[in-house]
């Protein structure tokens, strides 16, 4: 009888902790973006997003969600999901925490070409082939494409839309191929997207940041960027910032292994 009643009670026990769920966090993310985040999780903004999942002892799961036009009020916004791992640091739409790193567009070259040392002043812009990346209209365009047009430098720039072709992979990196191809000289191109795929590309290619960094006094090159969340949820972003500040070394490890340029602030 005594060893019957603790089978039940054993029973008991475990029948009520699985009445216990484990919490759920839901990062929203691109399922078709590196090197911040892909629908198989290999991104640096997938690993982030499990570090903080895992802290807070939370299962995490995903609303994918291509980063066009809209994709706050779609996702966060719509309570979709919890955090975005990837936001700058001082969009007014969502709630944004400590940023975790701070990187800029980088002039990106072929190591053979004798392109060492450009800034946006160098006159040999003048003469080369130049790919930038493009929103959209005038009004959204990247601070490199707007910086080159106040200097006149508009009939040899090329652009390359940051959407892209969703059909193939990684859109984004089109602009860092054309480089290898030769199809432009140089590109100016931000800093995460071109530190991950020069470290992979075939062709040696060379890295410098875009200088002045704060061109005009009216374009910044460099950006901090933090986790977002919903306006309003103090107490997830108190939690993810203590995450971010508990974990600092091993977030800027995991930036280095995806060769993000970082870099301190007006440097």
Same mark, same amino acid.
């Given at each position: 009888?005594?060893?019957?009643?603790?089978?039940?009670?054993?029973?008991?026990?475990?029948?009520?902790?699985?009445?216990?769920?484990?919490?759920?966090?839901?990062?929203?993310?691109?399922?078709?973006?590196?090197?911040?985040?892909?629908?198989?999780?290999?991104?640096?903004?997938?690993?982030?997003?499990?570090?903080?999942?895992?802290?807070?002892?939370?299962?995490?799961?995903?609303?994918?969600?291509?980063?066009? !036009?809209?994709?706050?009020?779609?996702?966060?916004?719509?309570?979709?999901?919890?955090?975005?791992?990837?936001?700058?640091?001082?969009?007014?739409?969502?709630?944004?925490?400590?940023?975790?790193?701070?990187?800029?567009?980088?002039?990106?070259?072929?190591?053979?070409?004798?392109?060492?040392?450009?800034?946006?002043?160098?006159?040999?812009?003048?003469?080369?082939?130049?790919?930038?990346?493009?929103?959209?209209?005038?009004?959204?365009?990247?601070?490199?494409?707007?910086?080159?047009?106040?200097?006149?430098?508009?009939?040899?720039? !090329?652009?390359?839309?940051?959407?892209?072709?969703?059909?193939?992979?990684?859109?984004?990196?089109?602009?860092?191929?054309?480089?290898?191809?030769?199809?432009?000289?140089?590109?100016?191109?931000?800093?995460?997207?071109?530190?991950?795929?020069?470290?992979?590309?075939?062709?040696?290619?060379?890295?410098?940041?875009?200088?002045?960094?704060?061109?005009?006094?009216?374009?910044?090159?460099?950006?901090?960027?933090?986790?977002?969340?919903?306006?309003?949820?103090?107490?997830?972003?108190?939690?993810?910032?203590?995450?971010?500040?508990?974990?600092?070394?091993?977030?800027?490890?995991?930036?280095?292994?995806?060769?993000?340029?970082?870099?301190?602030?007006?440097?």
């Amino acid at each position: 009888m005594k060893r019957l009643w603790s089978i039940l009670l054993a029973a008991a026990l475990l029948g009520s902790c699985e009445l216990i769920p484990q919490p759920t966090l839901t990062a929203c993310a691109d399922p078709n973006n590196l090197p911040f985040s892909n629908q198989a999780r290999q991104g640096f903004e997938n690993k982030l997003a499990q570090m903080i999942a895992t802290d807070l002892h939370a299962r995490l799961q995903y609303v994918w969600w291509a980063q066009r !036009r809209g994709y706050v009020r779609n996702t966060l916004n719509e309570r979709k999901c919890d955090f975005w791992p990837g936001v700058g640091s001082n969009v007014e739409m969502i709630a944004t925490t400590r940023p975790y790193y701070r990187s800029t567009y980088m002039f990106v070259s072929r190591a053979d070409e004798n392109l060492k040392g450009l800034t946006l002043d160098d006159p040999r812009l003048k003469k080369l082939t130049i790919g930038v990346q493009m929103v959209g209209n005038d009004a959204t365009n990247t601070p490199p494409a707007h910086a080159l047009a106040s200097r006149g430098i508009v009939a040899n720039v !090329r652009g390359y839309m940051l959407y892209g072709d969703y059909a193939k992979p990684n859109p984004p990196a089109e602009i860092v191929r054309a480089v290898e191809r030769g199809d432009v000289d140089v590109a100016l191109v931000w800093g995460p997207l071109a530190g991950y795929f020069a470290a992979k590309s075939p062709v040696p290619l060379r890295l410098e940041p875009v200088t002045p960094w704060m061109a005009d006094m009216t374009y910044p090159m460099q950006f901090d960027i933090s986790v977002g969340v919903q306006n309003g949820n103090d107490r997830l972003l108190k939690k993810i910032d203590q995450v971010l500040q508990r974990r600092s070394a091993d977030i800027r490890k995991l930036l280095a292994d995806y060769h993000v340029p970082t870099i301190e602030a007006g440097s």
